[in-house]
């Protein structure tokens, strides 16, 4: 049994998870869509054992220029816990794309629930300030107890995933910047994210700043 937040990834054109993956989205029909970004869409998966993942598939141009943004997301997702971050379960690996398997919300994003649906649950003051309390709590553990830093980038409704009692979840570090904050890298220039989501001090970073 491999520790906790130990990944496995495999590295291949075949494996039992990666077949059970295809099986359950039926080859990822578009009906088992549950989100889509600048990274790739994303799928629900129910597999035979009842686990429930959401998978993140990544092609073509963006899988290439991604690649590396996977890797980031195993080694530094794998290895953290915190009720307000998504857990990260899994990563595949094929020629074609990347799947990277994280534990599903019930209850979709923040959005879904602000702009979505009819069936959408109302939320709420007292759970608003709830999720904005945990929203905040996540966010304080990526940047003041993770070494190096974790500077998430691109905070916004759809990125804040609810779990079926409406706890938050942080979710989507493809874009995470890890900063180390030695001397020797107190700064950092260049700006990902979503104009108007972006936390101020993004452009440039240091140690006085946090």
Known sequence: ???????????????????????????????????????????????????????????????????????????????????????LKDVLFRREYGLILYEFMDNGSLYDVLHGTEAAPVLEWRTRYDIALGTAHGLAYLHNDCHPAIIHRDIKPKNILLDKDMVPHISDFGIAKLIDLSPAASETTGIVGTVGYMAPGDGIFNQEYH
């Open 1 to 87: 049994t491999k520790p906790e937040g130990e990944l496995n990834p495999f590295f291949g054109e075949s494996s039992s998870k990666l077949n059970e993956v295809l099986e359950s989205t039926e080859n990822f029909d578009d009906k088992y869509i549950i989100g889509t970004g600048g990274q790739g869409t994303v799928y629900k998966a129910t597999l035979r054992s009842g686990e429930v993942y959401a998978v993140k598939k990544l092609v073509g141009h963006a899988h290439k220029i991604l690649h590396g943004s996977m890797i980031r997301e195993m080694n530094t997702l794998g290895q953290i816990r915190h009720r307000n971050l998504v857990k």
